[in-house]
């Protein structure tokens, strides 16, 4: 998702050509610091230059790019939303108002607005990209992958756009689709960690462990040549390592993927439980804590914390882990409920 918004975030800095309606000196300096990209002094820019000559001139649209561009998205969509009601034909600002939307984790939000630009004018392939993202925050996977599709019928060569769908058929457990998306990903950019990791991830679930070894073997080798680092697979491998009861493997792993991402509850689980089948019951339940304290609504972290109390002769601990386990699964599985029933009457 992070490759589509930054591909979009890039898009908006050359998607105005053309001058603003004032001449006012002001203006004009705000537009040369947008140009350069120097987000923070062309949004001050063009605050000075709405206030010159309110509701006349496109400096809110160009703040809002501006604050976008800095991930100010609240700030921008109070600007943007100000725009919109003085200039009611802007697919512009409605367009980068649904991007904002979708940014801030509100799908339906961002697919209301995005269905209000599209009478103003056809969405691009990027705009049907997020489109389907919104339907991915949403777990509407059928109607992902149609706007992805679209997506990619309008430009072919858009590699984020693959990528989602191949994250998208891996969640319909149609991992031959999922493998070829991915693969086609690798083939045009081989540097790329993530369908790398992905593409271990839907090999595995074809139980194709070797295939699925060597892809995050090589997902691992790239991102260790990056200057950025990725969890994922590490997290990915050694969960499967820790399968094979490759323990050592699987501890060394999950440990350098602990490094990269210290607050991923994912990660201090699966190294709690490494370390709780290979025996290693103190380090076990260090690690269990640790992940009870980053997700304690997770129920699976008090259910392991609870057999390594068990293991360690601590009835009285491991009883009170065994509660909570049972009533977060009660209480997760009325949430779970509650949200498909609204979920259903939104549709």
Same mark, same amino acid.
């Given at each position: 998702m992070g490759r589509a918004c930054a591909t979009v975030l890039l898009v908006l800095a050359a998607a105005f050509p053309?001058? !603003?309606s004032s001449q006012d000196r002001n203006c004009a300096a +705000?537009?040369? !610091?947008?140009r350069a990209r120097r987000w923070s002094e062309a +949004?001050?820019?063009f605050e000075e230059c709405e206030k010159r000559d309110p509701g006349k001139t496109d400096a809110l649209l160009y703040r809002g790019k501006s604050l976008v561009n800095l991930h100010e998205f609240d700030e921008a969509a109070t600007t943007l939303q100000t725009y919109a009601k003085l200039h009611s034909q802007s697919d512009d600002a409605v367009y980068l108002l649904a991007f904002i939307f979708f940014r801030k984790d509100k799908p339906q939000e961002s697919l209301q607005l995005f269905s209000q630009a599209a009478k103003l004018k056809p969405p691009s392939a990027n705009?049907?990209?997020i489109v389907a993202l919104d339907y991915v925050l949403l777990t509407d996977y059928n109607d992902a992958a149609h706007y992805l599709e679209l997506a990619l019928k309008m430009n072919p060569d858009d590699l984020d756009a693959r990528y989602h769908l191949g994250r998208v058929r891996y969640q319909q457990n149609q991992f031959d689709l999922a493998i070829e998306a991915f693969q086609t990903v690798i083939q045009r950019d081989p540097a790329n960690v993530k369908a790398e990791d992905n593409l271990g991830l839907s090999l595995e679930a074809k139980n194709q462990p070797a295939a699925a070894v060597a892809a995050y073997e090589r997902a691992i080798q790239l991102d260790q040549a990056a200057s950025s680092h990725n969890a994922q697979p590490y997290?990915?491998?050694g969960s499967l390592m820790a399968k094979s009861n490759r323990f050592d493997e699987a501890i060394s792993l999950l440990t350098r993927a602990s490094e990269i991402a210290p607050g991923d509850f994912k990660v201090r689980y699966?190294?709690?439980k490494a370390y709780f089948d290979s025996g290693q019951f103190a380090p076990a339940r260090q690690q269990?804590?640790?992940a009870i304290q980053l997700n304690p609504k997770d129920s699976s972290g008090h259910y392991l914390l609870g057999r390594i109390y068990q293991r360690l002769r601590?009835?009285?601990?491991a009883n009170e882990q065994f509660r909570l386990t049972s009533e977060l699964i009660r209480d997760n599985g009325a949430t779970s409920r509650g949200m498909a029933t609204g979920t259903a009457s939104q549709h």
């Amino acid at each position: 998702m992070g490759r589509a918004c930054a591909t979009v975030l890039l898009v908006l800095a050359a998607a105005f050509p053309g001058e !603003m309606s004032s001449q006012d000196r002001n203006c004009a300096a +705000a537009m040369q !610091m947008f140009r350069a990209r120097r987000w923070s002094e062309a +949004a001050a820019g063009f605050e000075e230059c709405e206030k010159r000559d309110p509701g006349k001139t496109d400096a809110l649209l160009y703040r809002g790019k501006s604050l976008v561009n800095l991930h100010e998205f609240d700030e921008a969509a109070t600007t943007l939303q100000t725009y919109a009601k003085l200039h009611s034909q802007s697919d512009d600002a409605v367009y980068l108002l649904a991007f904002i939307f979708f940014r801030k984790d509100k799908p339906q939000e961002s697919l209301q607005l995005f269905s209000q630009a599209a009478k103003l004018k056809p969405p691009s392939a990027n705009d049907l990209t997020i489109v389907a993202l919104d339907y991915v925050l949403l777990t509407d996977y059928n109607d992902a992958a149609h706007y992805l599709e679209l997506a990619l019928k309008m430009n072919p060569d858009d590699l984020d756009a693959r990528y989602h769908l191949g994250r998208v058929r891996y969640q319909q457990n149609q991992f031959d689709l999922a493998i070829e998306a991915f693969q086609t990903v690798i083939q045009r950019d081989p540097a790329n960690v993530k369908a790398e990791d992905n593409l271990g991830l839907s090999l595995e679930a074809k139980n194709q462990p070797a295939a699925a070894v060597a892809a995050y073997e090589r997902a691992i080798q790239l991102d260790q040549a990056a200057s950025s680092h990725n969890a994922q697979p590490y997290l990915n491998l050694g969960s499967l390592m820790a399968k094979s009861n490759r323990f050592d493997e699987a501890i060394s792993l999950l440990t350098r993927a602990s490094e990269i991402a210290p607050g991923d509850f994912k990660v201090r689980y699966e190294l709690g439980k490494a370390y709780f089948d290979s025996g290693q019951f103190a380090p076990a339940r260090q690690q269990a804590v640790e992940a009870i304290q980053l997700n304690p609504k997770d129920s699976s972290g008090h259910y392991l914390l609870g057999r390594i109390y068990q293991r360690l002769r601590q009835k009285d601990l491991a009883n009170e882990q065994f509660r909570l386990t049972s009533e977060l699964i009660r209480d997760n599985g009325a949430t779970s409920r509650g949200m498909a029933t609204g979920t259903a009457s939104q549709h």
